[in-house]
Structures are given as structure tokens and as C-alpha cells.
């Protein structure tokens, strides 16, 4: 089974930038998608690209975040500028294979001075 792997995470200063992965296991064909929890919140829609490279992001990061795959090492970034305290969550990766909604374990941003 396909599993996926976050990675990048940790503590940012406001303003500043940060780098996130999330690498599969295996061959990925369908769209692969970003999502973060914040504490006491629902799970946040951020960004999402298929495999042909087409992109969708959510107006709450549109402008700051970039998101990006490379297909040939299976794995999907998130490019993130000009972080706020408010982009504090867990962010998770996501797909479908075989039908399956496949999650990663997350991997924690914290935005603090």
C-alpha cells in the first residue's frame, strides 16, 4: 500500500518561509492535496495539483503559497512565504489510490516570534 510522508515542518518567524514535502511510496496518478488542522479548528483545505502539474490553492494562502510536484521522485511540495502567526497548524498530505483516501502522518508549522 502507497503511504505518504511529511516532511519540513517546525518553527518559522512571521515573514518567513518554509518548505514542505510529502513523499509517497509508490507512483502517484491522482491529484495530491494539502490540507492543516489547527488546534480547536477543522481540517483547512490549502492547496492541490494534479499530476499534469495543474494547480488549485485557497484563497486564504493564494499569493504566499506555492504548490508544486515532481512526478519522478513521487513527492509533492508546498513552497510557503510570508508565513503569519495564523498559518500555525498541522499540515497534512493527501490522495487517492485505488479509491482509497490515503492521509500522511502530518508534520507541524508553528509561525511564532
Known amino acids: 500500500q502507497v503511504q505518504l510522508v511529511e516532511s519540513g515542518g517546525g518553527l518559522v518567524q512571521p515573514g518567513g518561509s518554509m518548505r514542505l514535502s510529502c513523499a509517497a511510496s509508490g507512483r502517484i496518478f491522482s491529484i495530491m492535496n494539502w490540507h492543516r488542522q489547527a488546534p480547536g479548528k477543522h481540517r483547512e483545505y490549502v492547496a492541490g495539483?494534479?499530476?499534469?502539474?495543474?494547480?488549485n490553492v485557497a484563497d486564504s494562502v493564494k499569493g504566499r503559497f506555492t504548490i508544486s510536484r515532481d512526478n519522478a521522485k513521487n513527492t509533492m511540495y508546498l513552497q510557503m512565504n510570508s508565513l503569519k502567526p495564523e498559518d500555525t497548524a498541522s499540515y497534512s498530505c493527501?490522495?487517492?489510490?485505488?479509491?482509497?483516501?490515503?492521509w500522511g502522518q502530518g508534520t507541524q508549522v508553528t509561525v511564532s516570534s
Open positions: 493527501s490522495t487517492s489510490v485505488g479509491g482509497l483516501l490515503i
Open positions: 495539483i494534479s499530476r499534469d502539474g495543474t494547480t
